[in-house]
């Protein structure tokens, strides 16, 4: 029933190395997806997209790669840093009029 | 530019209380939007709003009212409290309903 599934609740890296944090979706109408990061005691911040007519969007050191025949996407974070611990939510929207749809989030430990 | 501003950010009501979530944005939004986020659970949708004076539910809003009187404002309810709505609860808020969310930092509220 749950139609944008993180299935690891966290992931842990060295300082330096790269992030890589998955998501898939079971919703073949969702066109737009999104990566939200959140600190403790804060709401969720945006911090990137990629609409369904691309494979990839970059912003720094962050990407997000969309697989749509697979019905998967991944954020990689490149290299990955202390400030990047947080927990990471992946959504999806179908169309104009969807709502935001969440995964559960998966909680990310960047080790110095 | 306050963005989205929640009140109260901590609370802790008695099993049968009631109490009003306020959330406040100042950005002329459309879209206004309650979750809720508990452990392994992510941030699921309780109710929303296109605009003044509409509301509409979400994923899980049993036991949750909610107003918009005015664009700026959406109010969520616990009529009657019980531990089941213990959770931390975050409000949203956005010119497209699809995405481009700006959330609240959260008020964490306990139910005894």
Known sequence: ????????????????????????????????????????????????????????????????????????????????????????????????????IFGKGTKLSVKP | NAGVTQTPKFRVLKTGQSMTLLCAQDMNHEYMYWYRQDPGMGLRLIHYSVGEGTTAKGEVPDGYNVSRLKKQNFLLGLESAAPSQTSVYFCASSSRRSYGYTFGSGTRLTVV
């Open chain 1, 1 to 100: 029933d749950q139609q944008v599934k993180q299935n690891s609740p966290s992931l842990s890296v060295q300082e330096g190395r790269i992030s890589i944090l998955n998501c898939d979706y079971t919703n073949s109408m969702f066109d737009y997806f999104l990566w939200y990061k959140k600190y403790p005691a804060e709401g969720p911040t945006f911090l990137i997209s990629i609409s369904s007519i691309k494979d990839k969007n970059e912003d720094g050191r962050f990407t997000v790669f969309l697989n749509k025949s697979a019905k998967h996407l991944s954020l990689h974070i490149v290299p990955s840093q202390p400030g990047d611990s947080a927990v990471y939510f992946c959504a999806a929207s179908a169309g104009s009029q969807g709502n935001l």
